[in-house]
């Protein structure tokens, strides 16, 4: 590696005014439809402006990956002008091919694969619009410093960008065409980077990587004006807890691109009001995400919400019925589609899932991120055209992004609601799958009482989602359903259950539509289980009688019909209310609260009915079996 004599970080350029409001009306680029999250940045053009130049990761090795996501991304800033596909243009079984040819196809966008399998030309093509390179080392763990500084740096009058170089000959070819080495980061950390070109970066974003995954998202980080790190241990580090603090101090909605250790990762960020995509694997999103596909992307079947005096129940598929028949009521739930790199993935095509020859056979449930709507609305308008009848769509954890309500900012939590809302219009969605820590939680009230919610379904992190075991309350007239057992592995007891097990419990539970032990949502685990484990289920639910079997949407339509919201919470009894007044219950949380005499006067003391519902009243104090009556179960 060419190494210049060591030096700190210089400013990249001096920022004149008329640069700095160069750059915020970039970054602030108006979305297709007003309300949405500025923070996924847009093209100054969009895609198809210019052509798309194709390359093919068969043909890059590591570090060329990354100079070419570098430049990508710094490009995209005006318009889209690289992507990349896995192998062969023509590839059935490769996505990135298959939105390529639906952009070239159905949208018009010119594309050129003279430097399909020639990286180092491609390069020098681009070279006249490079206005320098940094160098960085893989060994010395400096790929995220490089990325970092090609998103803070400017893109100058000429539209040149900074691009990322990690070996000898690529540095060689991009030398040979005048395009100078600016800094040599091979020694450099992020931390470095980001003190010094702080001031440029959006603070809307931030990207999530080890630097073994540093070809994948570099293009959007660079594009987005987003850092790049590593999210190291439970808190993520010095590094993060920097970026998570200034991305806070913009304000809410903050976006957690890449990924972590899942359960520390999205709970310590929800506390900087940061909603997580996974997608560590994601590329050509500025590509995607900069497609002008609908004004709004509307779901050819509208979902009619149960208040509307033209809502009717599907009566045409699989014994879906408003009357009280005396059957049990089940609805599968395929899991994880919050995940972004795994909708713009292998999900839409791959046989196991969407793309399986079998759906459409039986009544599906989806979850699919509406944040699609900006990140990819090519793919969320591609899903919905293949949509058959027996496919609904609901909200990928926990609304436009993964949150647990529970851990998030608090203050900011009806900004997310908010947020999820005007993305749910958008989407045409109407029902919100939501991870929490806990089952009975006020957290819960701002996604479940906005207006586009008809029904919450809600799972729990641990217990394989299905720690309520299909407890249903409600939020005014909204039901929140959760996960009754999951299709989760070959599990024979518990709430992680194979398909026989399934089976059984399901053959146990009641046969009363009035009841909500008559309804069972059943998360399906998207990494153990497929559609035609689905399709095997119903069958066998089929064969034993007394079931019905339907979508997401009209589950909640017949709860909504044959299920009376009332009574939900037990009713307190015991000595209690000898000595307590002024007690209120919270519908939603069951929260019973209470002023209670003690020996220094009147107490306030809170039980959840949940746990316990016989009362009485120690020294100020509810208590339930001997113990001080928990709030929470």
């Not at 991120?369 to 591609?382: E, F, G, M, Q, R």
């Not at 289920?537 to 009688?545: F, P, S």
């Not at 003690?598 to 009485?616: A, V």
């Amino acid at each position: 590696m060419y190494r210049l004599a060591p030096l700190k970080i210089i400013m990249d350029g001096v920022w004149s005014l008329a640069l700095v409001a160069i750059m915020a009306c970039m970054i602030s680029s108006a979305t297709a439809l007003a309300g949405l999250n500025s923070a996924y940045h847009k093209s100054a053009r969009p895609v198809g402006t210019s052509p798309l130049f194709v390359v093919s990761d068969s043909a890059l090795n590591a570090t060329q990956t990354v100079t070419i996501e570098t430049l990508a991304g710094g490009l995209a800033r005006d318009t889209p002008q690289i992507y990349r596909v896995a192998d062969q243009l023509n590839s059935t079984s490769d996505s990135y091919a298959v939105w390529l040819d639906i952009m070239r196809t159905n949208y018009s966008v010119a594309v050129n694969t003279t430097f399909l399998n020639s990286p180092l030309q491609l390069l020098q093509y681009f070279a006249p619009r490079m206005r320098g390179m940094v160098l960085y080392d893989p060994a010395t763990n400096s790929t995220n410093a490089a990325i970092t500084y090609c998103a803070g740096a400017y893109t100058d009058d000429s539209g040149r960008v900074v691009v990322a170089v990690g070996d000898v000959t690529t540095q060689t070819v991009l030398s040979a065409a005048n395009v100078p080495v600016l800094q040599d980061l091979t020694a450099t950390t992020v931390a470095d980077v980001y003190n010094v070109f702080r001031a440029n970066f959006s603070h809307q974003m931030a990207s999530f990587q080890p630097a073994s995954k540093s070809g994948n998202l570099a293009e959007y980080a660079v594009f987005s004006r987003a850092p790049t790190m590593e999210y190291l241990g439970d808190d993520g580090g010095e590094t993060v807890a920097l970026v998570a603090k200034d991305i806070h101090a913009k304000g809410p909605n903050g976006i957690a691109m890449g990924w972590g250790p899942e359960n520390q990762y999205v709970s310590q960020l929800g506390k900087s009001a940061m909603y997580v995509h996974a997608s560590d694997w994601s590329m050509d999103v500025p590509s995607l995400t900069n497609l002008n596909v609908h004004s709004s992307v509307k779901h050819k079947r509208t979902f009619k919400a149960p208040h509307s005096e033209s809502f009717k129940v599907n009566t045409t598929v699989h014994n879906s019925t408003a009357k009280a028949d005396k059957k049990h009521t089940v609805t599968f739930l395929m899991t994880d589609g919050d995940n972004v790199q795994w909708l713009l993935g292998p999900w839409a095509i791959a046989p196991d899932w969407f793309g399986s020859p079998l759906r459409g056979k039986v009544p599906i449930g989806w979850t699919v991120t509406p944040a699609l709507v900006s990140v990819a609305p090519l793919i969320l308008d591609y899903i919905y055209s293949q949509a058959t009848e027996n496919d609904s769509f609901v909200t990928g954890p926990s609304g436009v992004g993964y949150i647990y309500p529970d851990s998030f900012d608090p203050p900011n939590l009806d900004s997310f609601a908010s947020m999820t809302s005007t993305y749910m219009e958008a989407a045409d969605m109407r029902i919100v799958n939501i991870i929490n820590n806990e089952v009975f939680s006020d957290s819960i009230k701002p996604l479940a009482q906005n207006n586009q919610t008809d029904a919450v379904f809600l799972y729990t992190y641990g217990d394989c989602y299905s720690g309520g075991k299909g407890a249903m309350y409600w939020s005014g007239s909204t039901p929140i359903i959760t996960g009754r057992a999951t299709m989760w592995g070959n599990g024979t007891s518990g709430e992680c259950l194979g398909i026989e097990p399934l089976v059984s419990l399901l053959k146990s539970l009641p046969k009363d539509p009035t009841s909500p032990d008559g309804y069972s949502l059943i998360p399906v685990n998207a990494w153990s289980h497929n559609t035609s484990d689905i399709v095997k289920t119903v069958e066998m639910l089929e064969e034993a009688g007394g079931f019905s079997v339907v979508t997401p949407r009209d589950f909640v339509a017949q709860i909504k019909t044959n299920v009376k919201p009332d009574g939900t919470c037990p009713t307190p009894s015991g000595s209690y209310s000898a000595s307590c007044n002024n007690c209120t219950i919270d519908k939603l949380t069951c929260l019973l609260s209470c002023t209670c005499d003690g020996p220094s006067g009147s107490d306030t003391s809170e039980c959840n009915l949940r746990c316990c519902s016989n009362l009485s009243n120690n020294n100020g104090l509810l208590w339930c079996d001997n113990q001080q009556c928990p709030t929470s179960c």
